[in-house]
């Protein structure tokens, strides 16, 4: 079975980069998964942050774009974020999750949804 | 972004009854839609992928219908595990977004 555990700082002060990694333990790492950042305020609820492949191939929020950089780290089956500048605003629950694939009965598409998530990381940003 | 809407944003409920809420997509997605149940303190939980596909495990109590930008969650005879808050998620466009969720609460 597939668990994720997260771990990293828990309280940063504005401007400051927020760093968090998530190992996978269980199940493969490679193959046709993405593995995927999301954040979730009271405020502005879930947000996808991003994602990244065995490969280090990403994906990632336009809005956050510019602040953020996901790296993989295939023979410890772990994949990090990190997020610079950070201010009070970003002050969230910060969840690891993977995304798989899948392919319907008689149908030609492929779906994506997250399936395993980490148990989540407080972190709150104030000077 | 496609802006993903959730209603009600909460209801009240008794066990064993049957609840339905909804999610709009701003434009079409398809079926490119997934519902999560999350708890308080926990992280999000798969229930249903491609809007209507089953997640391994999930009760059969639950089921999704829709596509396009309409889609509803039911949830058939409400058990105790089910007051949670319900979130829908499109995987349509790259950039995924999320309702802003919909709370089940004991009437």
């Known amino acids: 079975q597939v668990q994720l555990q997260q771990w990293g700082a828990g309280l940063l002060r504005p401007s400051e980069t927020l760093s968090l990694t998530c190992a996978v333990s269980?199940?493969?790492?490679?193959?046709?998964?993405?593995w995927t950042w999301i954040r979730q305020t009271p405020g502005k609820g879930l947000e996808w942050i991003g994602d990244?492949?065995?490969?280090?191939?990403?994906n990632y929020n336009p809005s956050l774009k510019s602040r953020v950089t996901m790296s993989v780290d295939t023979s410890n089956r772990q994949f990090s974020l990190r997020l610079s500048s950070v201010t009070a605003a970003e002050t969230a629950v910060y969840y690891c999750?993977?995304?798989?694939?899948?392919?319907?009965?008689?149908?030609?598409?492929?779906?994506?949804?997250?399936?395993?998530w980490g148990e989540g990381t407080t972190v709150i940003v104030s000077s | 972004d496609i802006q993903m809407t959730q209603s009600p944003s909460s209801l009240s409920a008794s066990l064993g009854d049957r609840v339905t809420m909804t999610c709009r997509a701003s434009q079409s997605i398809g079926s490119y839609l997934n519902w999560y149940q999350q708890k308080p303190g926990k992280a999000p939980k798969l229930l249903i992928y491609?809007?209507?596909s089953f997640q391994s495990g999930v009760p059969s109590r639950f089921s999704g219908s829709g596509s396009g930008t309409d889609f509803t969650l039911t949830i058939n005879s409400l058990q105790p595990e089910d007051f949670a808050t319900y979130y829908c998620?499109?995987?349509?466009?790259?950039?995924?977004?999320f309702g802003q969720g919909t709370k089940v609460e004991m009437k």
């Open positions: 269980g199940g493969s790492f490679s193959s046709s998964y993405y």
């Open positions: 990244i492949n065995h490969s280090g191939g990403t």
């Open positions: 998620q499109q995987s349509y466009s790259s950039l995924w977004t």
């Open positions: 491609a809007a209507s």
């Open positions: 999750a993977r995304r798989t694939m899948s392919q319907l009965p008689f149908n030609y598409n492929y779906y994506y949804y997250m399936d395993v």
